[in-house]
């Protein structure tokens, strides 16, 4: 798997331009983005609506590689399928290497992550996560940023929870790449070339990569609020 996003449509055959479609409605989970000489620039707009209205405020633009109506069981508050998708495994390895390179968003309340989470459609309990990496806006500087990275359980009782901060001694809103890779030895997080997190675990079933520019507070600031997808290569 590989793409570049040289546009001038994103490449359907791969990529679902929804955020977990399933649990809310598609003009709530449809993404806004464009094409830049840069690759696809992930936005959130003024008029954008929130993912669910419980979750308010909470906005993204997000791409997937694929969808199952039941992915991503991750809040214990009451989701429900709302809109029933069929299941479409564009790209779903349970091992393998991927490969993203992305400039974050330095706009105000937003977070830019990488996802590889459980598809689920083999078993509810298939639902772990790779979390590659979340940045916020407010944790990166001139020289330095702070990212989350990690394993999430959610309801996978084979897996543990293991998420950490790690500091990178650049800023992330210009282009750099992150790499995971994971199989039956556990999972290696790379940032830059370098190995930021060496876990001992890792899910062995098919994972979806999930690609998302959240704005996570009320409206404010100017719009639109962006991040750019360069380039994801996947093996698996």
Sequence with gaps: MRDDFRG??????????HYLPHWTTPERSRARYDFGAGGLRL???ADQLDWRPEDAPLRVSNIQTGNHAGTHRHRPD???IRNPVATELFWAP??????VTVSASVDENCMLAVWLVGTEHLS??????????????????PETTVARTGIKAHHDDRLTTDMAEV???????APHTWTAEWGPSG?????????????????????FLLIDLFEVAAPSGAYPKTATVHEVNGIG
């Design 8 to 17: 001038p449509a994103l490449n359907a055959g791969l990529w679902v331009d």
């Design 43 to 45: 936005r959130i707009d």
């Design 78 to 80: 009451g989701l429900e």
């Design 94 to 99: 349970s091992s393998g290497r991927v490969d």
């Design 124 to 141: 509810p309990r298939d639902s772990g996560e790779i979390c590659v990496f979340e940045i916020d806006a407010a944790a990166i500087g």
């Design 167 to 173: 500091t990178l001694p650049f800023s992330a809103a």
């Design 187 to 207: 999972t290696v997080i790379s940032c830059a070339g370098e190995v930021v997190r060496s876990l001992a675990q890792s899910p062995d079933y098919p994972l």
